[in-house]
T-cell receptor, first 114, second 116 residues
Framework: ETGVTQSPTHLIKTRGQQVTLRCSSQ?????VSWYQQALGQGPQFIFQ???????GRGNFPPRFSGLQFPNYSSELNVNALELDDSALYLC?????????????FGAGTRLSVL | AQTVTQSQPEMSVQEAETVTLSCTYD???????LFWYKQPPSRQMILVIR??????QNATENRFSVNFQKAAKSFSLKISDSQLGDTAMYFC?????????????FGAGTRLTVKP
């Protein structure tokens, strides 16, 4: 157990809908990174949040957005869902933005878009 | 751009035997980190081993060791005395050591099956 929890574990949405995924970081960690893992592929970096602000973003469109709260938990929001958004979404927390090389992953949220 | 390539989509090994998973990467950076992560059916990504590029000595963690060849940009994982619990997807990953870098690049993974 890493102490990083994600909810929900599974989610089914239809195309065009909006979804919010949640992540609670490990105690004492102020940095959360989000990844998308399509079936049969490795995770792809979406963005990172540090102390409630976005701290870097991968090659994802603006309809992928996030939030980080004062307790350092985080949300990933996806608007206008597309079929290709079906994937496992992983979050990972690290002690600080400078220590992303030591990060702990949650078990992910499996999103299916129909 | 940094890329990570795992050329073995699937591998299998007999219990108690040794297996080596391959990984190559491409970067123009000199300082970086390399990782092997394990993802069992539970989906949680677990760090197996980490190597800092400035360290010439290969990292080891119990039954897991790496062969880091910086000039060849190769980073293979050796699992000794394979156990049934080692069955999982294994991902090689890369991250530069630049200030405030946060982008970890993953390979496509190798599915390892340990047979009894």
């Amino acid at each position: 157990e890493t102490g990083v929890t994600q909810s929900p574990t599974h989610l089914i949405k239809t195309r065009g809908q909006q979804v919010t995924l949640r992540c609670s970081s490990q105690s004492g960690h102020n940095t959360v990174s989000w990844y998308q893992q399509a079936l049969g592929q490795g995770p792809q970096f979406i963005f990172q949040y540090y102390r409630e602000e976005e701290n870097g973003r991968g090659n994802f469109p603006p309809r992928f957005s996030g939030l980080q709260f004062p307790n350092y938990s985080s949300e990933l929001n996806v608007n206008a869902l597309e079929l290709d958004d079906s994937a496992l979404y992983l979050c990972a927390s690290s002690l600080d933005r400078q220590t992303t090389y030591i990060q702990y992953f949650g078990a992910g949220t499996r999103l299916s878009v129909l | 751009a940094q890329t990570v390539t795992q050329s073995q989509p699937e591998m299998s090994v007999q219990e108690a035997e040794t297996v080596t998973l391959s990984c190559t990467y491409d970067t123009s950076e000199n300082n970086y980190y390399l990782f092997w992560y394990k993802q069992p059916p539970s989906r949680q990504m677990i760090l197996v081993i980490r190597q800092e590029a400035y360290k010439q000595q290969n990292a080891t963690e119990n039954r897991f060791s790496v062969n880091f060849q910086k000039a060849a940009k190769s980073f293979s994982l050796k699992i000794s005395d394979s156990q049934l619990g080692d069955t999982a997807m294994y991902f090689c990953a890369f991250m530069t050591a630049l200030y405030n870098n946060n982008d970890v690049r993953f390979g496509a993974g190798t599915r390892l099956t340990v047979k009894p």
